[in-house]
Antibody, heavy 122, light 107 residues
């Protein structure tokens, strides 16, 4: 079965960086994006950006441009999202999600990781 | 950015009720509208994609419809497992924006 397994919770100080991993297994699509979405406590879903699993091409939401970097290690089917210059308002659960591209570029997010809580605290 | 206007933000309903949630967009998105269900402490789950296509394994009481730039998610007969928060999302263009969510709780 498809699994997206994310790394564990993190506590960081303001100004620090955090790197969250997302390991994919059992996914059948040959070409797909990994998207990152975050959710502050009690709030809605906020899309951060995408990275193509094969090419490594990325696209980031303007809000996070300059602070977020998405990378991957194909050999271990793992994607990473690094957020720098952390602020208190970056405290949230961060999710990764796959988006298949086999049938075009307008697909939904079909599988999600379990989420990683990142707490920014002094 | 395409702003997704979702309503209501919350509703109370009973088991067996018919529930409808609406999502509006300011421009055409060619029906690239998806619906997700999220329960507390869990990741969202895809229910419906491309406005009206039911994901495999999702109960048939869930349905989606599009009329221009207005999209609806309907639960024909609410079940205990359906009490959750629902989000719409457009996959027409980046940034892939979400609606604000609709929390469905027990009346």
């Amino acid at each position: 079965q498809v699994q997206l397994v994310q790394s564990g919770a993190e506590v960081k100080k303001p100004g620090a960086s955090v790197k969250v991993s997302c390991k994919t297994s059992g996914y059948s699509s040959t070409d797909y994006d990994i998207n990152w979405v975050r959710q502050a406590t009690g709030q809605g879903l906020e899309w951060m950006g995408w990275m193509n699993r094969n090419s490594g091409n990325t696209g980031y939401a303007q809000k996070f441009q300059g602070r977020v970097t998405m990378t991957r290690d194909i050999s271990i089917n793992t994607a990473y999202m690094e957020l720098s210059g952390l602020r208190f308002e970056d405290t949230a659960v961060y999710f990764c999600a796959t988006r298949p591209l086999d049938y075009g570029g307008n697909s939904p997010f079909d599988y999600w990781g379990q989420g990683t809580l990142v707490t920014v605290s002094s | 950015d395409i702003e997704m206007t979702q309503s209501p933000s919350s509703l109370s309903a009973s088991v067996g009720d018919r529930v409808t949630i609406t999502c509006r967009t300011p421009q055409t998105i060619t029906n690239y509208l998806n619906w997700y269900q999220q329960k507390p402490g869990q990741a969202p789950k895809l229910l419906i994609f491309h406005a009206s296509s039911l994901r495999s394994g999702v109960p048939s009481r869930f349905s989606g419809r599009a009329s221009g730039t207005t999209f609806t998610l309907t639960i024909s007969s609410l079940q205990p497992d359906d009490f959750a928060t629902y989000y719409c999302q457009q996959s027409y263009s980046t940034p892939f924006t979400f609606g604000g969510g609709t929390k469905v709780d027990i009346k």
